[in-house]
């Protein structure tokens, strides 16, 4: 595999995950069709190597974005939720069987 081949793997990798992270699909990326032993990049490839990089980036930026919201909205729910409990919010739903 030369290294246009493995740019060309890497852009279909990188338009796969990002039209995933698009529709609010499962991300899956695979490396492993990439070689091990490979010459060194080639000075006219420079320029899109660094823009399939940066693409990666960008999709890896949006990743850590969406994990920091879930996390932080998580967050709140929990402590809404504590909150409720401590004050026997009556929206916590009470079913008959578990009451003695």
Known sequence: MNWTEILDSLVHEVDAAE???DNDE????????LPT???PLPAELRE?????L?????????????????ARE?????????AASA???ETTP??????V
Request: charged share 30%; proline share 2%; net charge negative.
């Open 19 to 21: 039209a995933a992270l």
């Open 26 to 33: 499962p991300i899956s990326v695979d490396l492993s069709i």
């Open 37 to 39: 032993d490979v010459e």
């Open 48 to 52: 899109r190597a660094i823009n399939v």
């Open 54 to 70: 940066r693409r990666q980036s960008e999709i890896q930026q949006r990743i850590e974005n969406l994990k920091e919201t879930i």
């Open 74 to 82: 998580l967050g709140d729910a929990t402590r809404a939720t504590r």
């Open 87 to 89: 004050f026997g919010d």
């Open 94 to 99: 009470s079913y008959i069987d578990s009451k």
